[in-house]
C-alpha cells in the first residue's frame, strides 16, 4: 500500500493506547542500590544507562470546564536550543481491585515549540512545572524510570536557561513502572508484578492511589 | 522544502465542477505531467463548549502523512504542526466535553500530478457529499525561498490558466499576500508547509483573524 495512505489510515483506526502505571519511592541514599539491581535484571545491550533530563509543564482547564483535563508539555533539555516538545494526556487510573496495577488511558504526540501559546489560547492555565533527572531502565515491554524530580526557584517560562536554579523537591527518587498496551492484555499486570516483587525489599512499587 | 500557492480554481465556464476537473485534469496531462496518487486535504471544526476557549481548525494533507495541522481562530498564534495523534488527543477532548464537532468534515479530493520540479495538486471540494468547487495547489519544489519561488509558480499559473497576472494575483488568498508583505522586512524567506494549510484554510472559507 502507498506509505502516504497507509499514514493516513493510520490516523482514523481507533486503538486505545492504555498504559499500565506502578510507582514508588526511594530514598536518595539508596537509590544507588536500587540502580546497580535495575541494571542487573533489565536489558543491557550498549552496558550504559540511558539518561534523561526533562522538564514538563502542566496546563490545566480552570473551572467552569466539566472536569478537570490536564495536558502535560514536556521537552528534553539535552536537546536545547530545538528541543522537540511532547503533549500528554493522561486520564485518571481507573479503580480496579481485581489488577495488581493502575491502568490508565493516555494520548501522546509530538508538537511544535508553539503549543504553550496555543494552549493558553485555547484556555489552558498554567498548573505547575518540574524537572525530572534520571535514568532509563527497559525489560521487554517494561520501561522503569529512576527520576529526582525537583522545581525551579523561579518560575521558568521559555526554554532556555539550563542553568536555572533547581530545587530537590524531596530527598528521595521518584520510581515507576510503566508498559504501553491495549485492553486485550491480561498477563501484563501479573508481569509487571513478578518484576516488581523482584525489586523488593528496596522499593515497593504500587498502583497509584488518588486520594495522596 | 517547498513553496506553494492554492488557489481556487473558477467552474464556471462548465456545466459542473466534475467537468471542469476532468478539464483541467486533461489540460494538465496534455502538457507533460504525470498522475502519481490521490491526494487529499482533510479539515475538522471543532467548537468550544467551555467559555474561555476558542474554535480550533484542524487539517490534514496527505503531502504530510505523518503530520496535522491546527490552528486557533481569531489569535495571534501560528500554526500548531503535530502528529497524527493529534487528532486522537481532540477527540479526547471531545469525548471529555469540552470540545464539538458542529459542522461535518471538509474535504479536498483529487489527484497528485508531477511536472518535472512542480508538484500539482488538483482536487474537488465537498463537504457533505455535495460538491462546492475546485482546487488547485501548485508547489515548486527545488527551493523553499518565498518570493522567488512564488514568482516562479506565477509564470505557470499564467501559462497553464492563460490568464493575466492580475487576475491570478487576485485569486491568491489574502493569507499568502500578508505573508508575503511581512517577508519584506524579514531577512529570512523560507517557506514552510503550515503556510499552504493556511491557504487551504482560507479557501474552505473557515479562517477568521483576530484584528490588528
Known sequence: MDPAQSLSGQNRSSFLPLEYVLQGSIEDKSAHLLRARLQGLCDNITGEVELFDDHEIVYSLRPPAPT?????????LDDL?????HLRYVAAAELDKSTH???????????????????QELGFGYDYEFYAKGDIYR?????????????????????????????????????????????????????????????????????????? | MVV??????????????????????????KGGAKKTRPFEVELTTYNPIIPNSKIVHVLTHSEYPASSFAYIDHSNTQMLVAD???????????????????????????TRLEYQDF???LGTVSQMEATKGLVLEVAFVAMDETRDGYCLIQEFLQSFLNTTKQKIQRLITEQLSMWLR?????????????????????ILGMRKQSNG
Not at chain 1, 478537570?68 to 528534553?76: D, E, F, I, T
Not at chain 1, 536550543?81 to 516538545?85: A, E, S
Not at chain 2, 497524527?84 to 464537532?101: E, G, H, P, S, W
Open chain 2, 4 to 29: 506553494a500557492i492554492v488557489i481556487e480554481l473558477p467552474t464556471d465556464l462548465f456545466k459542473s465542477p466534475a467537468e471542469a476537473f476532468d478539464n483541467y485534469l486533461e489540460k494538465l496531462e
Open chain 1, 68 to 76: 478537570n483535563v490536564s495536558l502535560r508539555v514536556r521537552y528534553a
Open chain 2, 119 to 121: 508538484v500539482i495538486n
Open chain 1, 101 to 119: 496495577v493502575s491502568i490508565r488511558q493516555f494520548h501522546d504526540c509530538c508538537v511544535t515549540k508553539n503549543i504553550q501559546a496555543f494552549l
Open chain 2, 84 to 110: 497524527n495523534t493529534f487528532i486522537a488527543l481532540m477527540d479526547k477532548l471531545k469525548a471529555l466535553r469540552v470540545f464539538d464537532v458542529r459542522l461535518s468534515k471538509t474535504r479536498v479530493r483529487g
Open chain 2, 182 to 202: 511581512s517577508l519584506k522586512d524579514r531577512k529570512d524567506n523560507e517557506y514552510n508547509p503550515s503556510v499552504t494549510l493556511l491557504q487551504y484554510l482560507d
Open chain 1, 81 to 85: 536550543p530545538n528541543p522537540i516538545y
Open chain 1, 139 to 212: 525489560k521487554g515491554r517494561i520501561k522503569i524510570t529512576v527520576a529526582k524530580i525537583s522545581t525551579s526557584t523561579e518560575r521558568n517560562r521559555n526554554d532556555g536557561n539550563p542553568m536555572v536554579n533547581r530545587r530537590p523537591f524531596t530527598d528521595s527518587c521518584f520510581v515507576e513502572m510503566s508498559l504501553i498496551g491495549s485492553v486485550l492484555d491480561d498477563k501484563v499486570g501479573d508481569e509487571m508484578k513478578s518484576f516488581a516483587d523482584q525489586l523488593k525489599p528496596l522499593i515497593s512499587l504500587e498502583k497509584i492511589d488518588q486520594k495522596r
